[in-house]
């Protein structure tokens, strides 16, 4: 098994790709040992002294690290439990993951618009650095999202935010005021 590796906007995040579907749909972040319980992969990756975050996204695996800790030094134990988890072929959640982003049937026609786009124009270009976007709501034109994995923290998160997402949806839905990041 071959595990490339590639580097996220964020220098304190890694993206793994163990060139296997990793989740089939959804995302799931796991910020400390105590949330990862419904994940083995994830628990297991937090055994590892450094590491702070484990996002899971289609294909690949985001690693977040501490600041105190190098990446040479991390990335030998993260690729070995990443290896060794695949090729026993363990389940990567212990129940499937929820796509914070589906569109449902009390949404409103604005609501079901920016969910669209969140999920066609902006969810596959944060993929790609390792992330995740979920909606959280809309309220008098400002609309609400959570920034995840190599996204959360990343210093240009507050650029992809304003410059990015909120001019593309103000460009599409006039009703769109202002975009503002929840935790």
Request: aromatic share 8%; proline share 5%.
């Amino acid at each position: 098994m071959f595990i490339q590796t590639e580097q996220t906007p964020n220098p304190a995040t890694l993206k793994f790709l163990p060139g296997r579907e990793v989740l089939g749909r959804g995302t799931a972040d796991f910020t400390d040992g105590a949330s990862a319980a419904r994940s083995p992969l994830a628990q297991r990756l937090f055994d590892i002294e450094g590491v702070e975050g484990v996002f899971l996204g289609a294909d690949f695996v985001t690693i977040t690290k501490s600041g105190d800790r190098d990446w040479y030094l991390l990335k030998p134990s993260i690729l070995g439990v990443i290896m060794e988890h695949f090729t026993a072929n363990r389940p990567v959640l212990l129940e499937d993951a929820v796509d914070d982003n589906a569109a449902s049937e009390d949404d409103d026609e604005i609501v079901v618009q920016i969910k669209e786009l969140l999920d066609t124009r902006v969810r596959p270009a944060v993929a790609q650095d390792g992330g995740d976007i979920t909606f959280h709501g809309f309220d008098h034109g400002v609309v609400y999202l959570t920034m995840k994995g190599s996204c959360a923290g990343c210093p240009s998160s507050t650029a992809t935010l304003k410059a990015g997402i909120e001019n593309m949806l103000r460009h599409y839905i006039p009703e769109v005021t202002e975009v503002r990041a929840v935790r």
